[in-house]
């Protein structure tokens, strides 16, 4: 069955912290890769996707992710946490060859910033 | 802004009842999603519309149903409600055309209570 993980449903950091949130996927043909993020009483907005170009994609507000095959993982990391960061964040996947186009989500990760 | 509209954006009824949620997706996009979010399921895709025409189901209940209009607009309706219904609605668009490594373009949801 093709799915996403998400490990950790709450993460928590320090302001100015290292954020590192998880995704792995699950697929024999590495797919392609969305990360969102869903600000309270809003929706989902791109952070960044990988589509085969570089595995390492830099997205908006500092953040990035790194696609290891190897790993099956499209993990997202920021390198300094913002209080302005604090959302739920949503790894995504749509699968190579699918001409619906859509979108498999993980459950998502809770991330809270501490001043 | 994404560009998608949804309306309402808050819907407070009552159990039996049927609502109608409303989507305009971006300008030029083909494609419409329904998903619905909710804290025990996560995002759950419902169906897929292009031009017109339904492309995909996902875990649709079949009190639901939807439609995609000639001017591309999309409504999805909910009938008999129950208080297991009581979720956020949001609907996506895409282009739609040649490769699928677009991502997709969430409106900000429609907030349904069922009481």
């Known amino acids: 069955a093709q799915s996403v993980t998400q490990l950790g449903s709450h993460v928590s950091v320090s302001e100015g912290a290292l954020v590192l949130l998880r995704c792995n996927y699950s697929s024999s043909v590495p797919p392609y890769l969305f990360w969102y993020v869903q600000y309270p009483n809003q929706g989902l907005q791109l952070l960044l996707k990988?589509?085969?170009?570089?595995?390492l994609v830099k997205g908006i507000n500092g953040f990035e992710a790194e696609f290891k095959k190897s790993e099956t993982s499209f993990h997202l990391t920021k390198p300094s946490a913002h209080m302005s960061d604090a959302a739920e964040y949503f790894c995504?996947?749509?699968?190579?060859?699918?001409?619906?186009?859509?979108?498999?989500f993980g459950r998502g990760t809770q991330l809270t910033v501490w001043p | 802004d994404s560009g998608v509209t949804q309306t309402p954006k808050h819907l407070i009824t009552a159990t039996g009842q049927r609502v109608t949620l409303r989507c305009s997706p971006r300008s030029g996009d083909l494609s419409v999603y329904w998903y619905q979010q909710s804290l025990d399921q996560g995002l759950q895709f419902l169906i897929q519309y292009y031009n017109g025409e339904e492309r995909a189901k996902g875990n649709i209940l079949e009190r639901f149903s939807a439609q995609q209009f000639p001017d591309l607009h999309s409504e999805l309706n909910l009938s008999s409600l129950e208080l297991g219904d009581s979720a956020l609605y949001f609907c996506?668009?895409?282009?739609?055309?040649?490769?699928?490594?677009?991502?997709?373009?969430f409106g900000e949801g429609s907030r349904l209570t069922v009481l």
């Open positions: 995504a996947v749509r699968y190579r060859g699918s001409t619906l186009g859509r979108l498999y």
């Open positions: 990988y589509t085969s170009a570089a595995t």
């Open positions: 996506a668009s895409t282009d739609g055309r040649g490769g699928n490594t677009g991502e997709l373009f």
